[in-house]
């Protein structure tokens, strides 16, 4: 770590007051980027985790974040992989899986290099724990059934393949109970708990489900496809959720209608900016607005029918659900991101640049994080 004056380090530890005051994506990740340039690995790193927790959704910091933890870790990765190309191993493949999901929380890599390694090495419980883990993820986040099933399928195999692989145990449970099928997520807390008496969520988990047995699903396919059409869990299943995750919450907020117009108004100031909308995530327009160049009705249809055919087609390929996404058209660039039940979208033309719109995206989310 670079050494830097007592003036330098009060400067940033007052700058760190003022963004822990007041965050957005865009100061965290600027109160990061100091901290690096200062060669504060460590704060930078506490920095990028806070900026994730707060900001889970927004591109820039996760990529941030990423940045830092692979600044660090960019030696074992490498080695890694040359090992990996000399002489692929089970070891390997879970050790690399595993940096990428947990230490980097890049779920695309981890699921490729898990998928890669399961092709060879098909009876690896780890495996098949962290492709259950990052399906699981993806189903709290799309709520699709797919995901489900697919994260019931991997912590099943790690856990037959490894009976003492007890995180793919609780997990199974957690989802079985998510979905209010409490008669299957009860013997297999039981198993846990004989064998790992202390194990907090389980206990946690086991209790809830013995206060709530009335509530149980009849059907749990039912439950998971009323799940997706709702795309949200039921309350109980997000109680249970919160017993894994403190910070789970609800996935959408509301805005006025009048705070979004007022906030799409303020990209009159960018240069080349022709108009804006933001979306309901059913597809709803909510607000719009434009320098007159092109037609608010026009431009939210615009964003319906991109929206509805990318959603389409990422069900279809089982990659999730949309994110985000740029297009180059006829009028200008247009950028496009979903947060929190609401879709974004501005168009722009020249002088406006990449970093212009992925600036306006992240207005956007900070938008809806402030309320």
Not at 349 to 360: H, I, Q, T
Request: proline share 3%; aromatic share 8%; with cysteine.
């Amino acid at each position: 770590m670079g050494l830097f004056d007592g003036t330098k380090r009060r400067q940033l530890n007052d700058l760190e007051r003022e963004v822990l005051a007041n965050p957005t994506p865009q100061n965290m990740v600027s109160l990061i980027e100091r901290y690096m340039a200062a060669g504060d690995e460590a704060k930078a790193l506490e920095m990028a985790r806070k900026a994730v927790e707060k900001f889970p959704n927004s591109e820039k910091v996760q990529t941030t974040y990423q940045n830092v933890r692979r600044l660090q870790l960019q030696g074992e990765i490498t080695e890694i992989s040359k090992a990996l190309r000399r002489s692929p191993g089970k070891s390997l493949y879970e050790r690399l899986a595993s940096i990428y999901h947990s230490e980097l929380g890049n779920r695309t890599k981890a699921f490729e290099t898990a998928l890669e390694g399961l092709a060879k090495f098909p009876q690896s419980d780890g495996l098949h724990l962290i492709s259950g883990l990052i399906r699981m993820d993806r189903f709290h986040t799309d709520f699709l059934a797919n995901d489900f099933t697919e994260a019931i399928h991997h912590f099943e195999k790690a856990a037959s393949i490894n009976s003492n692989n007890y995180k793919s145990l609780v997990n199974l449970a957690r989802l079985f109970a998510e979905a209010g099928a409490f008669y299957k997520a009860k013997p297999i807390l039981e198993q846990v708990l004989r064998a790992n008496p202390g194990d907090t969520n389980a206990e946690t988990l086991y209790r809830f489900i013995g206060d709530n047995l009335d509530k149980a699903h009849a059907s749990m396919d039912d439950a998971v496809a009323e799940i997706e059409t709702r795309r949200e869990l039921s309350p109980e299943g997000e109680q249970i959720r919160r017993i894994f995750d403190a910070t789970a919450g609800a996935t959408s907020v509301q805005v006025e209608r009048t705070k979004v117009e007022s906030f799409l108004a303020g990209f009159e100031s960018m240069n080349g900016y022709k108009c804006s909308a933001v979306l309901t995530r059913d597809g709803n327009p909510h607000a719009s607005h434009t320098r007159g160049m092109v037609p608010k009705d026009r431009f939210s249809k615009f964003l319906q029918d991109v929206f509805v055919c990318s959603e389409d087609a990422s069900r279809k390929m089982d990659i999730g659900t949309f994110v985000s996404g740029e297009l180059d058209t006829s009028l200008g660039r247009v950028a496009m991101a979903e947060w929190k039940g609401y879709v974004f979208g501005i168009l722009a033309d020249a002088p406006a640049k990449k970093e212009d719109l992925n600036a306006a995206v992240e207005k956007f989310v900070s938008l809806l994080s402030v309320g």
